[in-house]
T-cell receptor, first 118, second 114 residues
Framework: GAVVSQHPSWVICKSGTSVKIECRSL??????MFWYRQFPKQSLMLMAT?????????EQGVEKDKFLINHASLTLSTLTVTSAHPEDSSFYIC??????????????FGPGTRLTVL | AQSVAQPEDQVNVAEGNPLTVKCTYS??????LFWYVQYPNRGLQFLLK??????LVKGSYGFEAEFNKSQTSFHLKKPSALVSDSALYFC????????????FGKGTRLSVIA
């Protein structure tokens, strides 16, 4: 199946700094990428949807100025957590999909990035 | 709006016994339904999906799920549980109309006891 990678797999940063997480589709071109956030022992909450070459669509309650998403190419999307605070500590998971009207493609998930803000 | 309910936070089953993890859904159009499994500090692994066709879907590792339109359910089942099946299971749904994202249930922790 299709492979999605994330980098880094884990990161520890100081409060107030910014952290960038990369999501890459390794063997397919993803027209759409999704970013999810997962708190311990909880479900995946959709943060935003990004289509290549256009601005991301954020879910209600997600601060677009804090969680910057860039989808510059069909194989790369980045999530930047700006001015991180301890409450931003979480497991961030990206997902990629090739979408067409003819095919109900599943979303392929990255392995996740564990962010800890001190 | 789409939503998924997994009514059980935890399911305990003895090794060798059949297991069921429950899922009900709500979508505006026709549903695309998925099950994923997550091991600690890992991403999601795809188990199976229902798009159309036979209501009984067979997936990875011996798992299967049955789509029931009248009950809006998509319960995950396995005839004989293994200790290695212990993990967190997520049901997900999306509307078949357009490029909509998957919406996840809260997850059910399965514990298989030897």
């Amino acid at each position: 199946g299709a492979v999605v990678s994330q980098h880094p797999s884990w990161v520890i940063c100081k409060s107030g700094t910014s952290v960038k997480i990369e999501c890459r589709s390794l063997d397919f071109q993803a027209t759409t990428m999704f970013w999810y956030r997962q708190f311990p022992k909880q479900s995946l909450m959709l943060m935003a949807t990004s289509n290549e070459g256009s601005k991301a669509t954020y879910e209600q309650g997600v601060e677009k100025d804090k969680f910057l998403i860039n989808h510059a190419s069909l194989t790369l999307s980045t999530l930047t957590v700006t001015s991180a605070h301890p409450e931003d500590s979480s497991f961030y998971i990206c997902s990629a999909r090739v979408w067409s009207l003819a095919v109900a493609d599943e979303q392929f998930f990255g392995p996740g990035t564990r962010l800890t803000v001190l | 709006a789409q939503s998924v309910a997994q009514p059980e936070d935890q399911v305990n089953v003895a090794e060798g016994n059949p297991l069921t993890v429950k899922c009900t859904y709500s979508v505006s159009g026709n549903p695309y339904l998925f099950w994923y499994v997550q091991y600690p500090n890992r991403g999601l692994q795809f188990l199976l999906k229902y798009i159309t066709g036979d209501n009984l879907v067979k997936g990875s590792y011996g798992f299967e799920a049955e789509f029931n339109k009248s009950q809006t359910s998509f319960h995950l089942k396995k005839p004989s549980a293994l200790v290695s099946d212990s993990a967190l299971y997520f049901c997900a749904v999306r509307d078949n109309r357009g490029n909509t994202p998957l919406v996840f249930g809260k997850g059910t922790r399965l514990s298989v006891i030897a």
